[in-house]
């Protein structure tokens, strides 16, 4: 299996900070790569796909980039309603893998 | 409209087999390209991936989980059953069934979640 290796692994911020979380791939998944967006009690919810396509409805603060092994997600000026885990996984491959999550709390 | 819904147990022992049913609507296990997975959750830590089935029939499998699973499906009606032996504390958690594509050659995230059943294993 394709391993995910995520950092940090939590992280505070206020409102309005902008937050970078990084995802790496133990091989080249070319631009295979997701984000989930995990809040207490909820099932996961799809953000990003293809490393930087937004899912119809998710907001534009919300951004993607990279290729090959290394990732990143972007949210500029975070909300009150993004404090949440957010979760990398690969979709190169027919078996999927998650990295093991960034908390994202409020200072 | 799109659903999955997770059933089986809430409680099993030390040792015994956990058998889970995903029971879903909206789509079908036989078009090209689809497939149904397990993604587990002990609580409080990470969402880790177990199994997957798709359409034509390939079941994949966690690589430290493999020895313990088996994924099969009932297109005729609509189901997707994990079962997973020799049953561990460290397998409480809550677990999900999710949909997966696959599309012009590209393979999808897990779009449709259901809401996910917690099992404790525990004597």
């Known amino acids: 299996d394709i391993q995910m290796t995520q950092s940090p692994s939590s992280l505070s911020a206020s409102v309005g900070d902008r937050v970078t979380i990084t995802c790496r791939a133990s091989q080249s998944i070319s631009n295979y790569l997701n984000w989930y967006q995990q809040k207490s009690g909820e099932a996961p919810k799809v953000l990003i796909h293809g490393t930087s396509t937004l899912l119809s409805g998710v907001p534009s603060r919300f951004s993607g980039s990279g290729s090959g092994t290394d990732f990143t997600l972007t949210i500029n000026s975070l909300q009150p309603e993004d404090f949440a885990t957010y979760y990398c996984?690969?979709?190169?491959?027919?078996?999927?893998?998650f990295g093991q999550g960034t908390r994202v709390d409020i200072k | 409209q799109i659903t999955l819904k997770e059933s089986g147990p809430m409680l099993v022992k030390p040792t015994q087999t956990l058998t889970l049913t995903c029971s879903f609507s909206g789509f079908s296990l036989t078009t090209t390209g689809v497939g149904v997975g397990w993604i587990r959750q002990p609580p409080g830590k990470a969402l880790e991936w177990v199994a997957l089935i798709y359409w034509d029939d390939d079941e994949r499998y966690s690589q430290s989980l493999r020895p313990r699973l088996t994924i099969t499906k009932d297109t005729s009606k609509s189901q997707v059953v994990l079962r997973m032996t020799n049953m561990d504390p460290a397998d409480t958690g809550t677990y999900y069934c999710a949909r997966r594509l696959r599309d012009a050659g590209i393979w999808y995230p897990f779009d449709y979640w259901g809401q996910g059943i917690l099992v404790t294993v525990s004597s």
């Open positions: 996984q690969q979709s190169y491959s027919r078996s999927p893998t």
